[in-house]
């Protein structure tokens, strides 16, 4: 399993910019691709963004073009920049591993709102 911490939430105005930061506790990282999720109020969670552990991203059709996913392996740590946001983008993000998730972490809230 992989343990993470999920930070850098917060609320902005629609047109703000964010960016999420997310620590996994592992010690094969580097190995994973890794990806964040967001669930609103009432909905489904869903995938946002992933990267391989060799840097190739790939976004939501809904975010693409406003929002970059990056990591450094160093620090075990992934990163998603947020620009343009609207108040769609309103929820709760999670990152962990690509795929079959058990272990969540708490998720970090980001509202958009004017």
């Known amino acids: 399993q992989v343990q993470v911490v999920e930070s850098g939430g917060g609320s902005v105005q629609p047109g703000g910019s964010l960016r999420l930061s997310c620590t996994a506790s592992?010690?094969?990282?580097?190995?994973?691709?890794m990806a964040w999720y967001r669930q609103a109020p009432g909905k489904q969670r869903e995938l946002v963004a992933s990267?391989?552990?060799?840097?190739?991203?790939n976004y939501a059709d809904s975010v693409k073009g406003r929002f970059t996913i990056s990591r450094d392996n160093a620090k075990n740590t992934v990163y998603l920049q947020m620009n343009s946001l609207k108040p769609d983008d309103t929820a709760v993000y999670y990152c962990?591993?690509?795929?079959?998730?058990?272990?969540w972490g708490q998720g970090t809230q980001v509202t958009v709102s004017s």
């Open positions: 990267i391989t552990n060799q840097g190739t991203p």
């Open positions: 592992t010690s094969i990282f580097s190995i994973l691709s």
């Open positions: 962990n591993v690509l795929g079959p998730v058990t272990n």
